[in-house]
């Protein structure tokens, strides 16, 4: 990598779809006007990405051999961004245009007290997913496992306001995180002690605590397939399980 680039990113692999991995890191080096460098940190139990993935200039690859998390997995590249204005939380499942970068930049680039900004996110079909929220509590985890209360969760969705314009949010997922890299480091990147699940939340509580924002810009969008993992898998739903009670002893 070089002694500077304006942006890097870092996408964490679990057994992924070749497919869709392979079109969300084309999206990144597709992008224009910046210098750009993409890490892929494996948490597979076998090494099987293709060559043409892991042998590019622009892209470092990582082999963990063994699940670290994902919290975990991406603090790994904390020391290697330092040289980096910008730094992107990627999932492995997001593709977007070049340009979109590039407006979201322009827009948290002057903006001292915000620490990350999030573009609209869209299901492949075009449907909105709702991916700001506001900070949740036991009750509101409970209703959105079981689907029910809805007019709570679509409240704590933000459902109740115009999301076509740009807004200050509690929290926001964790699929598409554009972090101001200074920021980033200043806080650590995520806390390791989550497995899975609830790091994005715990992030954007950390943000609060050092006095700065997050950004919902819904002028430039981007599309997530979106899992839903804890919903189908017992394993997942334990691991979310964990989370929730070790943010709610924390917070």
């Known amino acids: 990598m070089n002694n500077y680039t304006d942006i890097t990113a870092c996408i964490v692999l679990y057994n992924e779809n070749i497919n869709d991995l392979e079109n969300t890191v084309n999206s990144f080096l597709n992008i224009s006007y910046f210098t750009k460098h993409l890490f892929l940190v494996d948490n597979s139990p076998q090494q099987n990405l293709p060559l043409s993935l892991k042998n590019q200039p622009d892209i470092t690859y990582i082999f963990n051999n063994e699940n670290l998390g994902f919290a975990k997995a991406q603090n790994l590249v904390l020391d290697k961004i330092k040289n980096s204005k910008y730094h992107l939380v990627l999932n492995p499942d997001v593709t977007f245009k070049p340009n979109v970068i590039q407006h979201l930049i322009e827009t948290l680039r002057n903006k001292t007290n915000i620490a990350v900004i999030t573009p609209k996110i869209q299901f492949p079909n075009g449907k909105h997913q709702y991916n700001v929220r506001k900070y949740p509590t036991f009750f509101d985890l409970i209703i959105r496992k079981l689907n029910i209360f809805r007019s709570r969760i ?29 920021d980033f480091v200043t806080l650590n990147g995520f806390d390791e002690r989550y497995f899975l699940y609830m790091e994005d939340i715990d992030i954007c509580k950390k943000i609060d605590l050092i006095g700065k924002k997050k950004l919902y810009y819904p002028k430039v969008k981007v599309s997530h397939v979106l899992k839903q993992g804890s919903s189908k898998n017992i394993k997942l739903f334990l691991y979310h399980l964990s989370s929730a009670f070790k943010y709610f002893v924390k917070w």
């Open 154 to 182: 679509h409240e704590q969705e933000y459902r109740d306001q115009d999301l076509t314009k740009p807004f200050f949010p509690e929290a926001i997922h964790g699929c598409f995180m554009l972090f101001k890299t200074e």
